[in-house]
């Protein structure tokens, strides 16, 4: 099989992570993989995201109305 054809998360896998391992390190401990998780999972992070960013636009209206006396 060609590397070039390999996904990142095959090469890992299969050279990366092996050569790693051999070397002495503990994958439980000292090795963090990218976990990206679910579709559902991103989408609650997306949400809460959304609402963080709408939260924090009111704040600043907020605050800016104060700063200027209530004027809009």
Same mark, same amino acid.
């Given at each position: 099989?060609? =590397? =070039? ?55 600043? =209206? ?11």
């Amino acid at each position: 099989m060609l =590397k =070039k054809s390999l996904s990142e998360r095959d090469i890992c896998t299969r050279y990366i992570t092996p050569a790693v391992q051999s070397a002495g390190w503990d994958l439980q401990i000292q090795i963090r993989e990218e976990n990206l998780g679910g579709p559902d999972e991103l989408l609650a992070e997306d949400k809460t995201l959304l609402i963080n960013v709408a939260e924090m636009r009111e704040a600043l =209206k907020r605050e800016l109305m104060d700063a200027l006396g209530g004027e809009g």
